[in-house]
């Protein structure tokens, strides 16, 4: 499992909170539940999905280029409006 460079790692005694920077998600992974995820086939495939899901995994060597096109593309769909206020208006 190859982890985003935006996701921050915090070891406890039990267990470990992950923080995502990008998207300011966080999940606290208990030891208990860790040895769960490890020891389990189905559980590992849906503990992968929902990080995949939280954007924790790596996306790929072109990560950040990715997500400023995102931006940018999101960006194109705004819609901007103009408000022109006059002298009785409450929208001030």
């Known amino acids: 499992m190859n982890l985003s460079r935006y996701i921050l790692k915090y070891s406890t005694d039990d267990g470990t909170l992950y923080f995502n920077t990008k998207t300011n998600h966080s999940f606290f992974l208990t ?10 086939d189905v559980i590992r495939k849906e503990f992968h999905a929902y990080l995949d899901k939280n954007k924790y995994l790596s996306e790929g060597e072109y990560e950040v280029e990715k997500y400023l096109s995102k ?3 999101t960006d194109a769909e705004l819609l901007e409006l103009t408000i ?9």
Do not use: A, P
């Open 84 to 92: 022109l206020t006059h002298g009785d208006c409450n929208f001030r």
């Open 31 to 40: 030891n208990e539940l860790n040895r769960v995820v490890d020891s389990n």
């Open 71 to 73: 931006i940018s593309d």
